[in-house]
């Protein structure tokens, strides 16, 4: 699924035709970039005719309108015909696919209670260590292992086609509370043994008109798995590891650990912060397709300016707070 980000469009659709045997349908949902997500969609079918395209306009102003309107429309093409559906979304890349990722889950969902097996779903990201201070934490059954469900559903996943959508359940509104209707129908979601879906760091976000009409970020935002890592699938797991030790920027550099997700509010800063100081690493620690580096040489997303925004505005907030202490200026928040 793909909207206002052509090329990343492109890099997700190439990515999964080479890993997956897979039947694909992409779902690409224009902007006003219609002619250039055709030439990228002609282009990919030439090279792969198991894709099948579908192109129309997006509904700007809403972050999931039509992003889980084609999502709907997969699962109405599935049903009855597929067991299991793979969602991806653009901003992301298959890195990798074996057939034990599906025995997988047939084996996790063959060992859960008779209520509970056809409406168990799957969490297939890479784990970002940039993403919280324990990544692992929501995860972790009693023991310590890695075995622990969550009630609700996330939108990049696998799912068990009949058991979770034959009794009508569909993708609306968000996430949050797509995920809370999931929860209340039975459906939970587990930690994938084998991860094999990758986010871009700091991925060009076009959720809006407003960002839309922003310029897009050069081609080549592709990830490659790191040297020498090699996915052992006769493991029973791949956990505990993460995104940054296995996947490398390809031709660029971000900041490591990585943080997939917008930056153009501060709310990044603070936790990027905490990491790097949980880590003893630097701030402003990079890594590219070669190395990495405790200082960036060169350009590097998300880069300088979106930095030192992030961190005015996380200065000048610390200030507000600290100023209304010290005066016992009550909050706006709490007027």
């Not at 094999?196 to 897009?216: H, K, L, N, Y």
């Not at 493991?235 to 930056?263: I, K, N």
Request: net charge positive; with cysteine; proline share 7%.
């Amino acid at each position: 699924m793909g909207a206002a980000t052509p090329q990343y469009f492109e890099n997700c659709l190439e990515s999964v035709a080479r890993h997956s045997p897979h039947d694909i349908v992409a779902f690409y949902n224009f902007v006003d970039e219609r002619d250039e997500a055709e030439i990228r969609a002609t282009r990919c079918e030439l090279n792969h005719p198991q894709v099948k395209f579908h192109i129309r306009p997006n509904q700007t102003g809403q972050r999931t309108g039509s992003l889980y309107a084609s999502y709907n429309e997969a699962v109405e093409l599935g049903l009855g015909q597929y067991k299991y559906i793979s969602f991806i979304q653009a901003d992301m890349q298959m890195m990798w696919w074996d057939e034990r990722i599906l025995l997988a889950c047939d084996e996790l969902r063959k060992v859960a209670s008779d209520t509970d097996k056809d409406k168990l779903t799957f969490y297939t990201q890479l784990p970002v260590a940039g993403k919280r201070l324990d990544f692992y934490a929501n995860w972790r059954d009693e023991s310590g292992g890695f075995g622990k469900t969550n009630p609700g559903a996330v939108d990049v996943g696998i799912y068990p086609l009949a058991g979770v959508f034959g009794e009508g359940l569909r993708f609306s509104a968000s996430e949050k509370q797509f995920s809370a209707e999931a929860s209340e129908r039975g459906v939970s979601v587990a930690l994938h043994p084998y991860p094999f879906i990758a986010p871009i760091p700091f991925p060009t976000t076009a959720r809006d008109a407003r960002s839309s009409r922003q310029p897009q970020q050069p081609v080549g935002r592709k990830l490659q798995i790191a040297p020498g890592v090699k996915m052992d699938f006769e493991q029973a797991s791949f956990h505990p590891f993460f995104m940054e030790d296995t996947v490398w920027p390809d031709g660029w550099r971000c900041l490591t650990p990585y943080w997939p997700t917008d930056t153009k509010q501060n709310h990044w800063f603070r936790l990027r912060r905490l990491i790097a100081r949980e880590a003893q690493s630097s701030f402003l620690r990079t890594q590219g397709s070669v190395q990495t580096e405790r200082l960036p040489r060169g350009p590097f997303e998300p880069g300088l300016r979106v930095i030192i925004r992030s961190a005015t505005q996380f200065l000048l907030r610390a200030v507000a707070i600290r100023v209304r202490h010290l005066f016992d200026i009550p909050s706006t928040k709490s007027r």
